[in-house]
């Protein structure tokens, strides 16, 4: 198994750019979330899925769009990318996203916006 | 307003020696805790977790402690060991009767053990 894996390592964007940071795994898992780490700071939710055709806002969600049409991916898209967006984000998944249940993390996308 | 505080942006520590992370919390509704361990350029990685209704949970050298009455949980390393060297995360969950818990993260402690 591959695990989460999350496309690409390493992105540079202008303001006002689009795109989309992809989230993918292989384990089955019901559960999807996104999450974004900035310096000093721990690391905050932005939307989550329980299931394909499920998806909800978490903490920061605000400049983000998300969609979950299958099971195994579930991309995140910045619509207008602002500076404000330049950080670390961290794609997770688990089987039905309760706490007792270990969340799995991919690698992280660095995002940086100018 | 912070919800989990982890007050210790770093720590250092000597090989062998015990590591002990602190983490503190408001929301007394949150009834699940974990840690979690995150190397650079890599994601976080699931280390131990707590149930509200146990105060200690130990896995070899990582042990968690919690305490409840002062919101309070910690996390020992014995032996600590130089690739124990990373950020530690605290994260908490509320558990509403079935349903998923999303988690709340600390800012993270970095340890750096000393050989």
């Given at each position: 198994n591959a695990g989460v894996t999350q496309t690409p390592k390493f992105q540079v964007l202008k303001t006002g750019q689009s795109m989309t940071l992809q989230c993918a795994q292989d384990m089955n898992h019901e559960y999807m979330s996104w999450y974004r780490q900035d310096p000093g700071m721990g690391l905050r939710l932005i939307h989550y899925s329980v299931g394909a055709g499920i998806t909800d806002q978490g903490e920061v969600p605000n400049g983000y769009n998300v969609s979950r049409s299958t099971t195994e991916d579930f991309p995140l898209?910045?619509?207008?990318?602002?500076?404000?967006?330049?950080?670390?984000?961290?794609?997770?998944?688990?089987?039905?996203?309760?706490?007792?249940?270990?969340?799995?993390?991919?690698?992280?996308?660095?995002l940086l916006v100018l | 307003d912070q919800q989990v505080k982890q007050n210790s942006p770093s720590l250092s520590v000597q090989e062998g020696r015990i590591s002990i992370l602190n983490c503190d919390y408001t929301n007394s509704m949150f009834d699940y805790f974990l840690?979690?361990?995150?190397?650079?350029?890599?994601?976080?990685?699931?280390?131990?977790?707590?149930s509200s209704i146990k105060d200690k949970n130990e896995d070899g050298r990582f042990t968690v402690f919690l305490n409840k009455s002062a919101k309070h949980l910690s996390l020992h390393i014995v032996p600590s060991q130089p690739g124990d060297s990373a950020v530690y995360f605290c994260a908490a969950s509320v558990y509403y009767g079935g349903s998923q818990g999303n988690l709340i993260f600390g800012k993270g402690t970095k340890l750096s053990v000393k050989p």
């Amino acid at each position: 198994n591959a695990g989460v894996t999350q496309t690409p390592k390493f992105q540079v964007l202008k303001t006002g750019q689009s795109m989309t940071l992809q989230c993918a795994q292989d384990m089955n898992h019901e559960y999807m979330s996104w999450y974004r780490q900035d310096p000093g700071m721990g690391l905050r939710l932005i939307h989550y899925s329980v299931g394909a055709g499920i998806t909800d806002q978490g903490e920061v969600p605000n400049g983000y769009n998300v969609s979950r049409s299958t099971t195994e991916d579930f991309p995140l898209r910045l619509l207008s990318a602002a500076p404000s967006q330049t950080s670390v984000y961290f794609c997770a998944s688990s089987f039905r996203g309760l706490a007792k249940e270990t969340q799995y993390f991919g690698p992280g996308t660095r995002l940086l916006v100018l | 307003d912070q919800q989990v505080k982890q007050n210790s942006p770093s720590l250092s520590v000597q090989e062998g020696r015990i590591s002990i992370l602190n983490c503190d919390y408001t929301n007394s509704m949150f009834d699940y805790f974990l840690w979690y361990k995150k190397y650079p350029a890599e994601g976080p990685t699931f280390l131990i977790s707590i149930s509200s209704i146990k105060d200690k949970n130990e896995d070899g050298r990582f042990t968690v402690f919690l305490n409840k009455s002062a919101k309070h949980l910690s996390l020992h390393i014995v032996p600590s060991q130089p690739g124990d060297s990373a950020v530690y995360f605290c994260a908490a969950s509320v558990y509403y009767g079935g349903s998923q818990g999303n988690l709340i993260f600390g800012k993270g402690t970095k340890l750096s053990v000393k050989p």
